[in-house]
Every structure is written in C-alpha cells, then in structure tokens.
C-alpha cells in the first residue's frame, strides 16, 4: 500500500511539472500596441521612437498571451522607465496595461516592459521617448561664477587676473584682455566697456565687446581705468574694474 501512495504521489508531480511547462513564452505574444499623445492614437510597434513634451500626457495600451496547450495561464508584467544614462527613474513591479504617465523633466528615455509566463522572463518591449520641455530658466546676472577664465595677454603672454587689478605696463606693449562672462539660464552676453583717463577727459566707450586678447588702445601715458559691464537680458550686472598705468 505504501508503495502504491508513492508511486501515485510521484506520478501527481510529474503531472504538475508538465502542467508548469505548459506555460511558457510566446514569441508573438505581444498584443498589438496602441499609443495616445495629444488626442491621437496610433498603432504602434516595439522599439518605435517617440517625441513628447514635459507634464504631456501619454497613454500606451496593449496586452500579451503566454503560450499554452491546455490550461489557460495568466501573464504577469514588470516594467521600468530609465534615463539617457540608464538609472530607474520609474519601477513597475506590478505593472498593467494601459499605462498613463507624464515625463517630468526633458531627456531621452526608455520604457521596458517585460511580460512572466509561470514565473520566466519573457522578452521585453522596448519603446524610446525624447522629451523637451518648454520652461526655460530666466536670463539673469550670475552673482557668484560669472566672469570665467579672466586673464591678460602682454605682449603675446597671458596670465590670469581678477577684476581690480592695477597692470603698469609701457607705450609700446601690446596688452589686452581675455575671459567672458556667464549668465544664468539660456542666454548671451553682452559686454560693454569704456575706457577713461584719470587726469584727462578722456573717455572711449564700447557698446559691445569682445574680450578675445586684441591690444587695447590707450592715447598716450597716464593713468586710465577699465570698465566692463556684463548685460545679461538687458540688466547690468557687477562691474569688473581694471586699472592701468601707462609710462
């Protein structure tokens, strides 16, 4: 009798593993993918690229049969949304179709959906989305780390300086200025300068200038100073201060 319990117990397990096997991954198991973003819906394929805005709605529908002979089994889902630089910035352990989601900041991502048939990991969906957003940071003066890499060129030498500094230099060197200034947000800078003698009325202004080490002009011996004013959106930011003795 014991003999008979076991064999009928060994054959019940052969029966489950069979039954186990007999779900397994379908290679079109699929359904097919269907794609909403700004009031159109489209059917879609895996590995399609798509183009959304930040905070946009999108909505992605679809499904996925496991392979099977006899006994119906259910399919199970994980999914995951990864950055350009492949960090999980959404998980789905339990995930379902349809997915309703709205991208947060600009990128380029990728959303992976990966179906289970009794436990295995079938092959995954892939779907890629570049995103931009339409806010852009306000151009404004950069306080702390605005003025980048300022130095001198003396006669074809250059050397760092900081806004302040005095340079004695002679009537025929050859002396000018490189750096450039850095706004806040996504905008240009305009520099402007004047240059002014402090014994003289001498004055030359510049509308807009560039601070690419050309030479300088100075009328003659004296003491002049150097003004440059940064103009990020039309607002005069800090002044950066030069002063130089010409003998």
Known sequence: MKKVYITLAFLFAIVNIIKAQDCKCNPNGFNPFEYTYGGETIKIKDGNQFS????????????YKCSY????????????????AGVVIKNYEEFSFPLNYEFETGGNFVLEITPYCAGKAC????????VFCDTQIDCK????????????VLNGATNPTTCGNTFNIKKTD???LKGNYKCIGN??????????????????????????GEPLSFPGAGSYKLVITPVCNGKECSLCIFYVIVN
């Not at 959304?52 to 499904?63: D, E, H, M, R, T």
């Not at 002979?69 to 350009?84: Q, Y």
């Not at 003066?141 to 001198?152: A, P, Q």
């Not at 905008?187 to 690419?212: E, H």
Request: hydrophobic share 30%; charged share 20%; proline share 4%.
């Open 174 to 176: 050859k002396f000018g």
């Open 141 to 152: 003066c950069n306080v702390k780390n605005g003025w980048d890499e300022l130095s001198t």
């Open 69 to 84: 002979s006899t006994t119906i089994c259910d399919v199970k889902f994980k999914a995951t949304i990864k950055n350009s």
């Open 187 to 212: 905008c240009d800078v305009i520099l402007k300068g004047t240059i002014s003698s402090a014994t003289s009325n001498y004055t030359q202004s510049f509308p807009s200038i560039r601070l690419d």
């Open 123 to 130: 092959p995954s969906a892939k779907f890629n989305f570049t």
């Open 52 to 63: 959304a805005k930040c905070k946009s709605p999108i909505k992605l529908n679809g499904g």
